[in-house]
């Protein structure tokens, strides 16, 4: 489990989620900054990771936790940020904290291009710099 991979899709909104517990799991994010850096047609990236053991969401709102990925449902889930605790994987999202174990993951465009971290990070400081050059 990498972080990296969380965190670099900060403001991304998690559209939908795709799979079984326990089992592989697929998250499409849309981040509409990082997903104009890539020339290949399309709206968003999906962010698979395998071997999921455990996931939960625990809502801000209510302070519940649910286990499995209908918990996710109709909740707005605007990545934040992403941390470790213990064995897991927290992401922080606007709604409230998706918790998952896991083996691996790896993110591709939603055209199947497979991409890097790197090429993710490379993105990311891409837009950044555009930002600021047209808020400057």
Known sequence: MNIHFWN???DGDIAAVTGIVPGDIEFFIEAEYLREQFSDPGIGFKL??????????????????????NALKGCDL????AKMDDKDLIVITTSGEIRLRYESEKITLD????????DMATASDKALAEHRKSTS
């Open 8 to 10: 670099i899709f900060h």
């Open 78 to 81: 605007e990545i934040l940020s």
């Open 111 to 118: 055209t199947g291009r497979q991409l890097q971290i790197s």
């Open 48 to 69: 698979q990771i395998t071997a999921c053991s455990m996931m939960s969401f625990k809502s801000f709102r209510t302070n519940q936790t649910v286990s499995g990925i």
